[in-house]
């Protein structure tokens, strides 16, 4: 019983196989239609056999290294993009807050000039000081320093 069906299935797969390598024929009919077919026309018209597709040019052991190579190497595109990206984020974020100390040290030397030396200062600690006149050249280096550093 199972050389029969094993027979069957063999007989059944030649004639499958055997119908898609018999080609395909193109013909116009009477009503000027472009016919494709696996079958020859009926009458004697004339026909323009298509070639069958080439057979792949790898094996498909190397197209499949091929694709996974591809992949591969669009997944370090991939993974450089994210990089450099991650990259500019942080020297946006620096930028940025360069630029906020640059404008907080321009902010506090301008009042350091403006006010008198006997002003009382606010801490960040929350107390208040009075600084004396180096104590308050030191702050105005400082500041200065801050300046040349965060500004462009």
């Known amino acids: 019983?199972?050389?029969?069906?094993?027979?069957?299935?063999?007989?059944?797969?030649?004639?499958?196989?055997?119908?898609?390598?018999?080609?395909?024929?193109?013909?116009?009919?009477?009503?000027?239609?472009?016919?494709?077919?696996?079958?020859?026309?009926?009458?004697?018209?004339?026909?323009?056999?298509?070639?069958?597709?080439?057979?792949?040019?790898?094996?498909?052991?190397?197209?499949?290294?091929?694709?996974?190579?591809?992949?591969?190497?669009?997944?370090?595109?991939?993974?450089?993009r994210k990089e450099k990206q991650q990259e500019q984020e942080q020297a946006e974020q620096e930028r940025k807050a360069r630029a906020e100390k640059c404008t907080a040290a321009k902010k506090a030397l301008q009042t350091i000039k403006e006010r008198p030396s006997s002003t009382l200062w606010r801490l960040p600690d929350g107390s208040y000081q009075r600084f004396t006149v180096e104590e308050r050249e030191t702050q105005i280096g400082a500041l200065n320093k801050s300046i040349q550093k965060n500004c462009p």
């Open 1 to 80: 019983m199972r050389k029969i069906i094993s027979l069957s299935l063999f007989l059944g797969i030649a004639l499958v196989t055997t119908q898609a390598l018999a080609g395909m024929y193109r013909w116009t009919d009477d009503q000027g239609n472009v016919v494709y077919s696996q079958t020859p026309p009926p009458d004697n018209r004339p026909v323009k056999p298509i070639a069958p597709p080439p057979p792949p040019a790898a094996a498909p052991q190397e197209a499949r290294e091929k694709v996974q190579k591809l992949q591969q190497q669009l997944d370090n595109i991939a993974a450089e």
